[in-house]
């Protein structure tokens, strides 16, 4: 079995009833929803590791891969703004806890970006990996927020499916429930489960 490789601990995330602006914002939902993969990363066995319960579905194996890819383009995106000396994508690992690693470290690398910008550089633009037109630093910041949380329920689904969150079937709450109004249709509808 590898050695694990020493990351460094989590810088301490902003408190969400406390946020001050929007860089904060973006950190605490990037660097959350990492460590909410990491979490769900953390409980599929090696076993289970590049495993889906469809073709049509990604493995843990290839969701972690695919945010640390776009965790690892978006930080050079934004770090250097010269785009003839940006470099391929690292290929990700293929051992679960190097990967794991891997994805916690650079979680961290973008909690120091965010906390190494101003909000006035929010404005100023980037060639995106596609060329022009440039695109805001803002942008890649909200890009990253929207993928890390698709790729969070991406696992997720993965860990429901492997009994690994709880093994009662699917019986989400339901807003109209909670608040007690009545004559509402049941949710979830009848569902067809067969394929």
Same mark, same amino acid.
């Given at each position: 079995?590898?050695?694990?490789?020493?990351?460094?601990?989590?810088l301490?995330?902003?408190?969400?009833?406390?946020l001050?602006?929007? !860089?904060e914002?973006?950190?605490?939902?990037?660097? +959350?929803?990492?460590?909410?993969?990491?979490?769900?990363?953390?409980?599929i066995?090696?076993?289970?590791?590049?495993w889906?319960?469809?073709?049509?579905?990604?493995?843990?194996?290839?969701?972690? +891969?695919?945010?640390?890819?776009w965790?690892?383009?978006?930080?050079?995106?934004?770090?250097?703004p010269?785009?003839?000396?940006?470099?391929?994508?690292?290929?990700?690992?293929?051992?679960?806890?190097?990967?794991?690693?891997?994805?916690?470290?650079?979680?961290?690398?973008?909690?120091?970006?965010?906390?190494?910008?101003?909000?006035?550089?929010?404005?100023?633009?980037?060639?995106?990996?596609?060329?022009?037109?440039?695109? !805001?630093?803002?942008?890649?910041?909200?890009?990253?927020?929207?993928?890390?949380?698709?790729?969070?329920?991406?696992?997720?689904? !993965?860990?429901?499916?492997?009994?690994?969150?709880?093994?009662?079937?699917?019986?989400?709450?339901?807003?109209?429930?909670?608040?007690?109004?009545?004559?509402?249709?049941?949710?979830?509808?009848?569902?067809?489960?067969?394929?």
């Amino acid at each position: 079995m590898p050695e694990e490789t020493q990351v460094p601990s989590p810088l301490a995330m902003p408190d969400y009833e406390q946020l001050q602006n929007e !860089l904060e914002v973006f950190e605490l939902m990037t660097a +959350g929803y990492v460590g909410s993969i990491l979490r769900a990363a953390r409980l599929i066995p090696d076993d289970k590791w590049n495993w889906s319960y469809s073709e049509r579905t990604p493995t843990a194996r290839e969701i972690c +891969g695919h945010t640390f890819a776009w965790l690892w383009c978006d930080r050079q995106q934004i770090q250097v703004p010269d785009r003839a000396r940006h470099r391929p994508t690292p290929d990700p690992p293929s051992d679960r806890q190097e990967m794991i690693s891997m994805l916690q470290a650079e979680a961290r690398e973008w909690q120091i970006l965010v906390r190494s910008l101003s909000t006035d550089q929010l404005e100023e633009g980037r060639v995106p990996w596609e060329g022009d037109p440039p695109r !805001l630093i803002r942008s890649f910041l909200f890009h990253m927020g929207q993928n890390v949380i698709y790729k969070a329920g991406q696992i997720w689904m !993965l860990a429901f499916e492997l009994g690994l969150d709880g093994t009662e079937p699917y019986d989400a709450p339901y807003p109209n429930a909670i608040y007690g109004f009545t004559g509402t249709a049941s949710w979830p509808a009848p569902r067809n489960t067969v394929i």
